[in-house]
């Protein structure tokens, strides 16, 4: 079982650029949320998907939107990066939306960079 | 809304020495915690949970967490730390389908 995979693993761009992120989830898992980790900072819920629809969303703006799909994978769009974004983005999957306290998987991780 | 608060933002110990890290959630209803622990740039690895039932819970690598509901708290504790362990430790609550996390406390390890 190869887990929660993202890719890539660091990328680089610049302010007013556009950025896809993707991650596949673990084996079994139907559920994937992303979350912003800024430097030493906790990570920050940003959205979560199931049956390929955003069921919950953090306070996160428009700029950031995201797609499940058939697979159960994801990804996570940011349109016109602000320096701001600069971040390490974690891909997380879990077996079954809504289930409270559901463990949650966690990839390595996207760290962004805007210059 | 929910928060949790990790008080200690970064904590030495020596090794072999014992380890109490603090975590204090603010939720009315019963909680759903966790214990992170995330080593440098990388993802974040399950240590523990408490969902209900016991509220002493073992995990993996030898830690334990105690949940207190009088105290709001759910250290996290581990008996003889070893250089290893050294990491950034985040305490979560989970209980509306996504996690809140506190900012983590940093544990260094000194020989």
């Known amino acids: 079982d190869a887990g929660v995979t993202q890719s890539p693993t660091h990328l680089i761009k610049t302010r007013g650029q556009q950025v896809t992120l993707r991650c596949s989830p673990k084996?079994?898992?139907?559920?994937v949320s992303w979350y912003q980790q800024a430097l030493g900072q906790g990570p920050q819920f940003i959205f979560q998907?199931?049956?390929?629809?955003?069921?919950q969303r953090g306070n996160f703006p428009d700029r950031f939107s995201g797609h499940q799909f058939p697979n159960y994978s994801s990804e996570l769009n940011v349109n016109a990066l602000l320096l701001g974004d600069s971040a390490l983005y974690l891909c997380?999957?879990?077996?079954?939306?809504?289930?409270?306290?559901?463990?949650?998987?966690f990839g390595q991780g996207t760290r962004l960079t805007v210059v | 809304a929910q928060s949790v608060t990790q008080p200690d933002i970064h904590i030495t110990v020596s090794e072999g020495a014992s380890l109490e890290l603090r975590c204090n959630y603010s939720?009315?209803?019963?909680?759903?915690l966790f214990w992170y622990v995330q080593s440098p740039g990388q993802g974040l690895q399950l240590l523990l949970k408490?969902?209900?039932?016991?509220?002493l819970v073992q995990g993996i690598k030898g830690f334990e967490a105690e949940f207190k509901r009088s105290q709001s708290s759910f250290n996290l504790r581990k008996p003889s730390v070893h250089w290893s362990d050294a990491a950034e430790y985040f305490c979560?609550?989970?209980?509306?389908?996504?996690?809140?996390f506190g900012k983590g406390t940093k544990l260094s390890v000194k020989p």
């Open positions: 408490y969902f209900s039932g016991d509220t």
């Open positions: 939720y009315g209803a019963t909680p759903y």
């Open positions: 084996s079994g898992h139907d559920t």
């Open positions: 979560a609550e989970g209980s509306q389908g996504n996690l809140i």
């Open positions: 997380a999957s879990a077996r079954k939306q809504g289930f409270r306290g559901t463990e949650a998987f």
């Open positions: 998907y199931y049956e390929e629809e955003e069921r």
